[in-house]
C-alpha cells in the first residue's frame, strides 16, 4: 500500500509540472476522428509496399496499456472503446519537446494521438504518431498484472478497473448491449409496441416475491418498487394494445445468489389472441434467433458442458419431470401422503399444511429442476402456484402456464392470462388471506386491475424472459455478477 500511495505521490508531481509548463492534465480540446477498429479495418490487409506510401492521417483517443522505450523511440499500446492499436512516437517525427512531454507520461494516462499507419520490422500494423498530447493524467497506477485483474471483489467493486483491464469483461457487456438490441428488433419486428410502465408501484403486484418500500412525502403514502409489470401491460392490453412489451428493471427483497441480484432486468410482453402454447413457439424462435445471432451457433458450451438449442424443444408437465427425474410415479404424485413422504426422504423440510399445489412445485424444484439442461418447456402448473394464470379448461387444478428452463435454471415463466374477473377476485382474496397469515411473497388485492378486467381482457397470453440469465447463458457466464455492471455488494470493509 505504501508503494502504491509513493507511485500516486509521483503521479501528483507530474500533474503539477504539466501545469507549470502551461499544459492542461485535464485537457478538452483533443477532436478524435477515428477509433483503432478503423485503422485495422482499413489497413490490415496491406503489407508493407502498400502502406509505403499511405497518407491517410487518423486521430485516435485512448489509454496508455503498455510501452516499450528504446531512447529516442518508443512503443505503446493504445486501447479505445474497439480495442488497442500499437503506436510508434520517435523524437525524430515528434519533435524534442512534445517527446520529452511524452516520456513523463505513465501506464493508464489518456493521450491524445495523430499518425499515419505503417507496418513495423515484425509486420505489426501500427500507427506512426505525428503528435501525442495528454488529456487526462491518471493518479492511480493500473494493477501491476495490468493484462488480468483477477480479485473478484476489486473487479465488481471497481468495474470500471474490471472494464479497462480486461477485455474479455469488456466483450461480455458488449454483448449484452447486442443481446437486449436483437431483443428490442425482434419484438419490434414481430408487431410489438414497447412502453414504459411505472417502477414506483401503490401496490405490488405481478409476481410472487417480497418488494422494497419507500415512501413518497408529498402524497404522504408508502410506494413499492416494482416486481414486475405485469398488471400495467394488462390494462394497456384491455386499452387496445394488442402486443406490447417491455424492458423493465424489476426489484425483488430478497437473496443473493449467483442466480440473483435485488435489481435485475426482463424483457415482459404480452400478445392478445395469443395462448401461452403460442409463446412456445415464439420463444424459440426468438432464442434462437437471439443465440444465432451472438454466439453464431445454437450448439455452444456453457460451463464446459454443451447446450443445444437446436427447435424443436422438450417438453414436460410438472408431474413429467418429476417422475422422470425424481424417484417416485406419476400415480403416487395424486397421492398427498406420498409425496409428503417423498420430501422427507429427500431432506425437505416444508409445512405440514402445505397445499398440494405448493408441495409438487417444491418437489419439482428439488430433483427435476437441477437436470434441465437443454431447453425444456415446463407446463401444467398447480393453479394453486399461479395466481395471474388462466385454469386450464380440462383440468381445472392446473393453469396453461409455462416456464422454460436451460442449463438447470428458469429463463422464462409464461401462460395464458386469467381475464375472468370473478376468478380473479377470489384469487386475489386467497393470496390476501395466505399475506395476513404471513406470507410476504402473497399478491395484495388490486382492486383498480379487477376493474380493468371487468372493462374485458381480451384473450391474452404473457412471458417474462430473464435478460441477466440470458446474457449468463450465451456469454458463458457462471455468476449473474459477471453481466451486470454494478452488482449489489455488501457495504465495503476498510
Not at 474490471?162 to 448491449?177: C, G, H, P, Y
Request: hydrophobic content about 40%; glycine content about 6%; proline content about 4%.
Amino acid at each position: 500500500m505504501e508503494e502504491r500511495n509513493e507511485l500516486v505521490r509521483q503521479r501528483l508531481a507530474k500533474i503539477e509540472d504539466l501545469r507549470g509548463q502551461g499544459l492542461n492534465p485535464y485537457a478538452n480540446d483533443f477532436p478524435v476522428s477515428h477509433t483503432t477498429a478503423d485503422v485495422l479495418s482499413a489497413h490490415e490487409q496491406q503489407d508493407d509496399a502498400a502502406l509505403e506510401d499511405c497518407a491517410d492521417r487518423y486521430v485516435l483517443g485512448g489509454r496508455i496499456m503498455a510501452r516499450r522505450d528504446f531512447g529516442k523511440a518508443a512503443f505503446i499500446q493504445l486501447q479505445d472503446r474497439n480495442g488497442r492499436l500499437q503506436i510508434y512516437v520517435a523524437l525524430n517525427q515528434v519533435g524534442a519537446e512534445v517527446f520529452e512531454q511524452f516520456r513523463k507520461l505513465d501506464l493508464g494516462d489518456i493521450v491524445g494521438v495523430a499518425g499515419t499507419p505503417f507496418r513495423t520490422k515484425t509486420g505489426e500494423l501500427s500507427l506512426r504518431a505525428e503528435t501525442i498530447r495528454i488529456l487526462t493524467k491518471s493518479m492511480q497506477p493500473l494493477p501491476e498484472k495490468w493484462h488480468g485483474l483477477t480479485d473478484v471483489e476489486t473487479r465488481y467493486r471497481q468495474r470500471y478497473l474490471d472494464l479497462i483491464v480486461n477485455a474479455e469483461v469488456r466483450d461480455v457487456f458488449q454483448k449484452r448491449s447486442r443481446i437486449i438490441s436483437l431483443i428490442r428488433d425482434f419484438m419490434v419486428g414481430n408487431d410489438f409496441l414497447e412502453v414504459e410502465t411505472p417502477m414506483m408501484q401503490p401496490i405490488a403486484g405481478g409476481a410472487t416475491a417480497k418488494p422494497f418500500t419507500t415512501h413518497h412525502n408529498t402524497l404522504k403514502m408508502d410506494l413499492f418498487l416494482r416486481i414486475a409489470p405485469e398488471l400495467y401491460l394488462k390494462r394497456l392490453v384491455v386499452g387496445g394494445f394488442d402486443r406490447v412489451f417491455e424492458i423493465n428493471r424489476n426489484f425483488r427483497n430478497e437473496g443473493i445468489s449467483i442466480q440473483h441480484n435485488p435489481e435485475f432486468t426482463m424483457m415482459e410482453f404480452y400478445q392478445a389472441y395469443a395462448t401461452y402454447a403460442d409463446l412456445m413457439d415464439f420463444t424459440e424462435r426468438l432464442i434462437c434467433h437471439v443465440a444465432q445471432e451472438v454466439v453464431g451457433s445454437l450448439v455452444f458450451n456453457y460451463g464446459g458442458k454443451e447446450v443445444d438449442l437446436t427447435a424443436p424443444w422438450d417438453r414436460l408437465t410438472v408431474r413429467e419431470a418429476i417422475a422422470k427425474y425424481g424417484d417416485i410415479s406419476i400415480d403416487d404424485l395424486e397421492d398427498r401422503q406420498a409425496c409428503l413422504d417423498y420430501a422427507g426422504r429427500l431432506g425437505l423440510e416444508l409445512d405440514k399444511a402445505i397445499g398440494h399445489g405448493k408441495l409438487l412445485t417444491e418437489l419439482f424444484d428439488a430433483v427435476a429442476e437441477p437436470n434441465l439442461w437443454n431447453p425444456t418447456f415446463i407446463t401444467e402448473y398447480p393453479t394453486e402456484v399461479s395466481p395471474l394464470s388462466r385454469r386450464n379448461d380440462a383440468n381445472p387444478d392446473v393453469v396453461d402456464r409455462f416456464e422454460l428452463f436451460i442449463v438447470g435454471r428458469e429463463l422464462a415463466n409464461a401462460f395464458s392470462e386469467l381475464n375472468d374477473p370473478v376468478d380473479q377476485r377470489e384469487r386475489f382474496l386467497k393470496q390476501l388471506a395466505e399475506k395476513e397469515a404471513g406470507d410476504e411473497e402473497a399478491h395484495a388485492m388490486y382492486e383498480d386491475y379487477v376493474r380493468a378486467l371487468e372493462h374485458g381482457l381480451p384473450p391474452t397470453a404473457g412471458e417474462g424472459i430473464g435478460i441477466d440469465r440470458l446474457v449468463m447463458l450465451l456469454t458463458d457466464a457462471p455468476s449473474i455478477r459477471e453481466v451486470i455492471l454494478f452488482p449489489q455488494l455488501r457495504p465495503e470493509t476498510k
